[in-house]
Structures are given as structure tokens and as C-alpha cells.
């Protein structure tokens, strides 16, 4: 099994500012046939199911507005929110599409500071 | 659009067993990897597992034992079993489908149903 751990577990961010959040793979998580990372960030507020924000590591999904972005390749991940909203609070997870089980990483939450 | 709406009972005794069962509209049932994910009350999201209408079912090694999904293509339904619950198996349930079929490849989950909430206590 691929453990997913994120880094910090919360963060508090001024408005405007730049919000980022780490997720390291126990394995590399790079297809190298296709060279893809099998990398997923998803957003989730309370009360809600996640939404998916980013695949391939760095591919927005659909509607999703361009202050977030990701980054990263093999086993070192980063989720950029470049210009903190207050929306945007939230806890935020990465996960593993590259093998089975899918793991998740523990989730970091973002607070306005 | 494709919808996910998934229902089931939420308050459990120690050793049953729970159903739950996820509803698809608006798409396509076939070729997909339909999936369920469980989240901890501290906030962990575990995967479960996934199922199409014609692939092997693929199971989380640590609740393999306890859990079995089954679909039925004829009401574009997919199902949960899981037995001999405990309360470590207290939490909100959901029902989840990747971004693009099994055939295009592994991928995120971009439509999630709305969550079932399941209390296991004597």
C-alpha cells in the first residue's frame, strides 16, 4: 500500500496571501510509460463530499479557478493556492490513483489568519 | 450530469451489517469503476473499493474480509455490504466515480454522491 502523508496537518493564511501544501508518496507514484503522476488534490468544505481540484498532479479539473495549481513528480507533491479566499477555506487532500488500495493523505485544513 | 444519490441505513448494533446502495443518473453505467470511500469521524478518507458491471471487484486488503459490492445494471445501481461491524466502522460513507472510464485508465473521482452517515453503537 502507497501511504500518503501531507504536510503541516492545518494552516492559517492571511487573505491574499499564498496558501501550500505538501503530500509525499511512500512510492513513486510517476507511470513512466505515459509519464503521469497518478496524483489527485481534492477540496472539501463541512457537510460536503470532496471535490476534485487537480489530476495528474498538476491538470485543473473543469471550473476550478486558476489561483490553484499543482506541482511535483515521483513522490513529492505540492497544492499552491496563490492568492488565499476566503472560500477557499477548507481541508484539502491529496491521493493516489496509481495503485490499489487508492490511499488518501491525512488532509491539511487552511484557516484564514 | 452525471448524479450520484445513495441511501442506506445510519444507526447500527455492533455485529450487523450494513447496505448501503448508490443510485446512478445522467450518464453512462458501463465502463466504470464505481466506488466507495468511507471518512473517520477525525476527518480520514479510506477507500473501500470499486466495481464495474464487468470487471472483478477490487477491495481494500484491510476490509476485504467484511465487504462485498455487487451492482445491478438493470436499475444503475452499485452496493455495499459490510459485516460484523464495530464502531471503528462509525462514519460518513460515500459513493464515488473516477473522472473517465476503466478503459481510459486509472483516474481521480470527480462525482461524489451526498454521503451516508453511519453510527455503529449498542
Known amino acids: 500500500e502507497t501511504v500518503m502523508t501531507q504536510s503541516p496537518n492545518s494552516l492559517a493564511v492571511s487573505l491574499g496571501e499564498r496558501a501550500t501544501i505538501n503530500c509525499k508518496a511512500s512510492q513513486s507514484i510517476l507511470y513512466t510509460s505515459n509519464d503521469k503522476n497518478y496524483l489527485a488534490w481534492y477540496q472539501q468544505k463541512p457537510g460536503q463530499p470532496p471535490k476534485l481540484l487537480i489530476y495528474?498532479?498538476?491538470t485543473r479539473e473543469s471550473g476550478v479557478p486558476d489561483r490553484f495549481s499543482g506541482s511535483g513528480s515521483g513522490t513529492d507533491f505540492t497544492l499552491t493556492i496563490s492568492s488565499l479566499q476566503a472560500e477557499d477555506v477548507a481541508v484539502y487532500f491529496c491521493q493516489q490513483y496509481y495503485s490499489t488500495p487508492r490511499t488518501f493523505g491525512q488532509g491539511t485544513k487552511v484557516e484564514i489568519k | 450530469q452525471v448524479q450520484l444519490q445513495q441511501w442506506g441505513a445510519g444507526l447500527l448494533k455492533p455485529s450487523e451489517t450494513l447496505s448501503l446502495t448508490c443510485a446512478v443518473s445522467g450518464g453512462s453505467f458501463n465502463g466504470y469503476y464505481w466506488t466507495w470511500i468511507r471518512q473517520s469521524p477525525g476527518g480520514g478518507l479510506e477507500w473501500i473499493g470499486e466495481i464495474s458491471h464487468s470487471e472483478r471487484p477490487n477491495y481494500n486488503p484491510s476490509l476485504k474480509d467484511r465487504v462485498t459490492l455487487s451492482v445491478d445494471t438493470s436499475k444503475n445501481h452499485f452496493f455495499l455490504r459490510m459485516t460484523s461491524l464495530t464502531a471503528a466502522d462509525t462514519g460518513v460513507y460515500f459513493c464515488a466515480r473516477p473522472r473517465r472510464n476503466y478503459g481510459s485508465g486509472n483516474d481521480g473521482y470527480n462525482v461524489w454522491g451526498q454521503g451516508t452517515m453511519v453510527a455503529v453503537s449498542s
Open positions: 495528474w498532479a498538476s
